[in-house]
């Protein structure tokens, strides 16, 4: 029997402790850490962009410094690359945001047709033959655009660009320059003729507004960070929402989807965020002892003047002590340049502290003593804290939380109390002095570092082209740099990993590297085969070819099925043509793409011996160089060439450009090759060659997997398993022993009984792992052999915490819906509740006077009768319980008290079993991790041989789509 190692990290109901308690084996806290932990560049606001096989990014906070690396995760210094000094249109004082010119903030960097580009603050452009620079400003007699901010140049598959920014609410109108009408920003998307220019726009339009009331949009009117994306084709548009202040805390990342670049609006905005802080989350995942006033104050006793006697001890007489609520601080409203810049209050200010001193007494009760006690604490003050008269000292000037882990020792059963001597140290009035604090046991782990406002979104491909990452800011543990973490797609929704630092839990793991990667920074020539008695040098980190009529090679891997292979080219003369051999079989069955610098790309295919040849025109937009005077003397640039094989299916891209736009190249060759370089002569130069095994499909563009055992369909929905009675099989790819496999599988209707689910190890009949949900049972199931002889079968119950936003309709209301991506069945819901006054929604929040749910069932909503555990209360998590009920939305209708309104600020459904699963595997040599839903179920060891992946189904029709597969490097 193999030893199967779980994971603690999530929270399942009693019948999972007692499934632990069943099992015989060995119990491992959470897996292996990522390797990696946010944050990661001391920047923020940043633009990056992927060329070469390195990354650049530069940002807010960097004074145009440039940094780069290989991984996402390990960056150089910074390297001076953009300076403002030339710009005569800076004394012009019709230019009101001159004064931001020189700040490079909210920058952008892009690579077009031979020339880089960044573009800062709305109004700065610079332009490059080098990532790295000297970038030479464009914006000399006037600005690039006269007034907003957050830029981004989103490059589309077509060639289009587009120019997508934040209008403020005061800015004209972008293409007419009619005076504002507008309460608030808006995020414009504008069709742009030229990278190098801004001013010859004619066709834009407003994609997205901030919507006051919207789940994304409850504390400022605030609404930006754009970040255009295009995947598996459908376009993404990430946005950051309210205040950006830490002190009100509230900034986060949202994300609308449609079917075109330009054709947003409200209406696709998702009803949640995609990030946002973690604070809310700890109080899932760990015990409250003490609440910190985010979500409500907490009892105090405190006064301002020093007190006489020993004011610590727990048996002081306070009697006399004013009382109050915690936090205490000076300032109400978050403040910006020391001013009332927003609206946005303080949300854990309950009670004004504007004296040199004051002294805090707070007493509580334990039943038991906290395994990991962690003080939350936000501290601008020098301040003494008194556990039980122990001595804690803690001198900060934050901005927000942060967690400082605690001696169990110094708790007691039974009354504790926690006094605390604060002293200002402020001397202006707009000093933000602040005390603020809570307790929790975070139980078997540390807590993990507090992380508030993530934004400023960068979706970016990874290292081995198949991977999706955000880079954004946010604070991380109080400091405001970079940070990434890992995008995943439930079929097309997309969904972020939460912020991963020091001590957060779950599997990560850090940017997949190409299975193969060739610099050419030194004379190795043993990474490729030369063809055609070809002879080819390695010279100043580029290979060519040594004869003048050029030549062809093989790149030195085992012949694979799938892969993603990528080789930037350098093209001298305007006769010669680079290439690729995208397939290789032998001399007799291959297929070459090369592209000429006379604007033309083809096709040749050799099929036993026989050769056509396609040549078509390179797209309208592509240029080897662009066509302006600003760059006509740059030097020959590089371009990358990118093959996808999936199957037979071949798609090719040159830079941004998918040349195979109108539909991939299909072939009759969907078994096994390698892949190659050719060249027409010695003046074609390569570098920075990748590769990876793996394949990334979805709808129609599902291929390649076998005829299996079943009914198998591929359509718009995905790969459909079509068969109600019996098991079906159906597997595909390379063996391999180190890779990901992801894919999503739903119903058209929630099954009350049959399994699917998927392989993430299949060698033979005697060795696989199979992982299945089981519909009638609502467990997951892991089953496999070893040799032929079973592997301990395992089984987890699927109920699962799922944080839901209400699907916004109108504001301000006392009805809120939460609608489910598929039918599931609920069982109850977590809920917090907003608390006091927020300006920006004019509304006063208060707990309801009471409250009800219904559940939609065929069309109508049906009561439930829910039970409260406890009482109604602020900061602690109101437990509603009812009896599961099968359905697609939860509404839940709250009477509000007098001048007042309720509202969940989160709410978490107990899903017991859903329609839809994200299902995920690691293999990482004898090591196989598995996830539902991003879920750590645990790991199995075993020793098996390289192996595949596979889909399965029994007595139960299934989708499958967003199939996701790469090999990655050896552990």
């Known amino acids: ?371 990991k006690p962690a003080l939350k604490h936000w501290i601008y003050a020098n301040a003494d804290f008194y556990i039980n008269g122990n001595k804690i000292t803690i001198n900060k000037r934050n901005q927000t939380y942060g967690f400082m882990p605690l001696d169990a020792g110094l708790f007691n059963k039974g009354e504790n109390i926690i006094a605390v001597e604060a002293a200002s140290p402020c001397d202006t009035e707009t000093c933000q002095q602040f005390v603020d604090f809570g307790l929790y046991d975070t139980g078997g782990k540390d807590a993990e570092d507090i992380v508030v406002g993530p934004a400023q979104p960068n979706f970016v491909v990874g290292p081995n082209g198949f991977e999706r990452w955000m880079m954004y800011k946010a604070y991380f543990d109080n400091k405001q740099h970079q940070g990434i973490d890992r995008i995943h797609f439930y079929d097309k929704e997309v969904v972020v990993e939460n912020s991963t630092v020091k001590n957060t839990t779950g599997f990560r793991r850090k940017p997949a590297m190409p299975q193969l990667f060739f610099g050419f920074d030194k004379p190795d020539h043993t990474a490729f085969e030369p063809l055609n008695n070809s002879q080819w040098k390695i010279a100043d980190g580029v290979l060519s070819a040594e004869k003048k009529s050029g030549g062809d090679l093989l790149i030195r891997n085992p012949a694979q099925t799938n892969f993603r292979f990528e080789v930037p080219f350098s093209i001298k003369n305007q006769q010669d043509r680079a290439g690729i051999y995208a397939f290789y079989q032998d001399a007799k069955n291959w297929l070459k793409i090369t592209v000429g610098k006379d604007k033309t790309w083809d096709v040749e295919i050799n099929q036993n011996g026989k050769s056509t040849k396609n040549v078509m025109a390179l797209p309208e937009k592509f240029a080897f160089l662009e066509n302006h005077p600003l760059v006509a003397n740059y030097e020959n640039p590089w371009h990358t060439l990118t093959v996808y094989k999936n199957g037979n299916r071949f798609r090719i891209e040159l830079g941004q450009f998918n040349l195979t736009l109108s539909g991939d190249i299909i072939s009759s060759f969907s078994g096994k090759g390698q892949v190659g370089l050719t060249a027409s002569s010695n003046q074609v130069d390569f570098d920075a060659v990748q590769y990876t095994m793996g394949w990334d499909e979805y709808d129609i563009h599902i291929n390649g997997w076998d005829s299996g055992k079943g009914k198998w369909s591929v359509s718009e929905r995905g790969m459909t398993q079509s068969a109600t009675q019996g098991t079906a099989v159906t597997f595909k790819g390379d063996a391999s022993d180190n890779y990901e496999f992801s894919t999503y599988v739903r119903h058209d209707a929630l099954p009350v009984s049959g399994k699917a689910g998927f392989y993430p190890l299949y060698v033979d009949e005697k060795n696989y792992v199979k992982l299945m949900v089981n519909y009638a049972d609502k467990t997951a199931e892991i089953e496999g052999k070893e040799a032929g002889k079973r592997i301990s079968k395992q089984s987890f119950p699927l109920e699962r915490k799922v944080l839901k936003y209400y699907t916004y309709a109108e504001h301000p209301t006392n009805e809120y819906r939460y609608d489910f991506s598929h039918e599931s069945v609920i069982s109850g819901l977590d809920i917090l509740w907003f608390e006091g006054e927020y300006p920006y929604l004019n509304q006063t929040f208060d707990l309801p006077q009471s409250v009800k749910f219904y559940a939609l069932q065929n069309g109508e909503w049906q009561l439930l009768n829910a039970t409260l555990d406890g009482k109604l209360r602020f900061s602690y998590i109101n437990k509603f319980i009812f009896s599961p009920v099968k359905t697609t939305a939860i509404k839940m209708v709250v009477e509000n008290r007098h001048d007042k309104y309720a509202r969940a600020f989160s709410a978490w459904f107990t899903e017991n079993v859903t329609a839809g699963y994200f299902l995920r595997c690691r293999r990482e040599n004898n090591s196989l991790h598995l996830l539902i839903n991003d879920q750590y179920l645990g790991e199995i060891k075993g020793s098996w041989k390289a192996s595949k992946v596979g889909l399965y189904t029994e007595n139960l029709k299934a989708h499958f789509n967003g199939m996701l597969f790469y090999q990655t490097e050896k552990q």
């Not at 491992?28 to 932990?37: E, L, V, Y």
């Not at 409200?266 to 946002?276: F, I, M, T």
């Open 1 to 371: 029997m193999k030893r199967f190692l779980l994971s603690l990290q999530s929270h399942h109901s009693f019948y999972f402790i007692l499934c632990l308690l069943l099992m015989s084996v060995g119990v491992s806290a959470q897996p292996m850490q990522p390797g990696w932990t946010n944050p990661l560049l001391p920047m923020r606001d940043g633009g990056i962009e992927r060329f070469m096989g390195k990354y650049y990014a530069t940002g807010e906070a960097v004074k145009g410094n440039v940094y780069y690396t290989e991984d996402l995760i390990h960056w150089s210094e910074p390297v001076k690359a953009v300076s403002a000094d030339e710009a005569a249109w800076l004394k012009d004082p019709r230019w009101s945001q001159s004064y931001t010119y020189k700040e490079f903030q909210a920058a952008d960097l892009i690579y077009r047709n031979g020339v880089f580009h960044t573009y800062w603050n709305g109004i700065g452009h610079a332009y490059s033959p080098t990532p790295l620079g000297p970038y030479k400003e464009s914006t000399i007699n006037a600005p690039f655009d006269d007034y907003g901010i957050d830029v981004q140049v989103f490059q589309d598959e077509d060639g289009e660009i587009y120019w997508v920014k934040k209008r403020n609410g005061g800015d004209p109108h972008p293409l007419t320059g009619a005076a504002s009408d507008i309460d608030g920003p808006e995020v414009w998307t504008f069709r742009m003729v030229s990278p190098f220019s801004r001013w010859d726009i004619t066709d834009g339009s407003v994609q997205l507004t901030n919507q006051r009331g919207h789940p994304t949009s409850v504390n400022h009117h605030n609404f930006e960070g754009p970040e255009l994306a295009k995947y598996r084709g459908r376009y993404y548009l990430f946005f950051a929402s309210n205040r950006m202040g830490p002190r009100s805390g509230m900034y986060q990342i949202g994300v609308a989807e449609s079917d075109r670049p330009m054709n947003f609006d409200n209406s696709k905005k998702y009803p949640h965020p995609v990030l946002a802080r973690n604070t809310e989350r700890h109080l899932q995942d760990y015990k409250l002892i003490l609440n910190s006033a985010e979500h409500g104050g907490w009892d105090a006793k405190y006064q301002m003047n020093a007190p006489a006697g020993d004011w610590k001890r727990k048996d002081f007489p306070d009697e006399n002590w004013e009382r109050g609520q915690g936090g205490f601080g000076r300032q109400e409203y978050d403040l910006f340049g020391g001013r009332l810049f927003t609206n946005a209050k303080i949300r854990a200010r309950k009670t004004n502290w504007d004296t040199e001193k004051i002294f805090i007494r707070r007493k509580f009760q334990l039943t038991e003593i906290p395994q």
